[in-house]
Structure formats: C-alpha cells, structure tokens
Nanobody
Framework: QVQLVESGGGLVQAGGSLRLSCAASGRSLSRYSMGWFRQGPGKERDFVASIRWIGGRTYYADSVKGRFTISRDNVKNTVYLEMNSLKPEDTAVYYC??????????????WGQGTQVTVSS
C-alpha cells in the first residue's frame, strides 16, 4: 500500500510559479511510475504529466508542455511538479498518482487527496 500526500498549492498571480510536492509513505516510490492530474472547477480530472520509474522519461499534456516540469527524488520518496508561467486556466485541484505513465486514470493504483492551486488574473 502507498499513501500519497500532496503539498505546495496556493494562490499565485498569473505568470507566477509554484512547486508541488507529492510525498509517499508505506512503500518506496522507486519502482512506480508517477503522474500528476488536475481537476478544474466544473471539469473532469485531466492528465498533466507523468514520469517513468525506469529511465525517468517524462510525458506532458499539450496545455502544460514547456511550462511544467515533473521530476522525482527516489531517495526522498517524493515527486515534484514545477509550474511556471501559470495561467488562470491552470486553476485546479492537483493530484498525484502512482502506478502509471499514460493519460488514463485507470492506469494508476494509488492517489493523493489533492492540493488546490489558484491562479489569479
């Protein structure tokens, strides 16, 4: 069993930056591929980014490519999402998930509770 806890969300102005963290407990993340998803107000939960546990290859949604960076620290058992040039449309609850790399939520086995990111214009 893996427990995931996100942190680092908050209120930021458009053009600003935030770094989200996802800390795992219960089991090492080193053998899990990891992903970030988000759910905006009145919207479905969508894929944001993922990173493979072998090789560290990364994948991004088109909407965040070039602005967001996913990374992992297997020693600290933590996954990060660096978000730059934030836009109001990035406002959402951000979730980390363990177990997959695809944009499909069904590919992931464990989920965190989410952290709110609000971008003001």
């Amino acid at each position: 069993q893996v427990q995931l806890v996100e942190s680092g969300g908050g209120l930021v102005q458009a053009g600003g930056s935030l770094r989200l963290s996802c800390a795992a407990s219960g089991r090492s993340l080193s053998r899990y591929s990891m992903g970030w998803f988000r759910q905006g107000p009145g919207k479905e939960r969508d894929f944001v980014a993922s990173i493979r546990w072998i090789g560290g290859r990364t994948y991004y949604a088109d909407s965040v490519k070039g602005r967001f960076t996913i990374s992992r620290d297997n020693v600290k058992n933590t996954v990060y999402l660096e978000m730059n040039s934030l836009k109001p449309e990035d406002t959402a609850v951000y979730y980390c998930a363990a177990g997959g790399t695809t944009p499909s939520q069904d590919d992931y086995d464990y989920w965190g509770q989410g952290t709110q990111v609000t971008v003001s214009s």
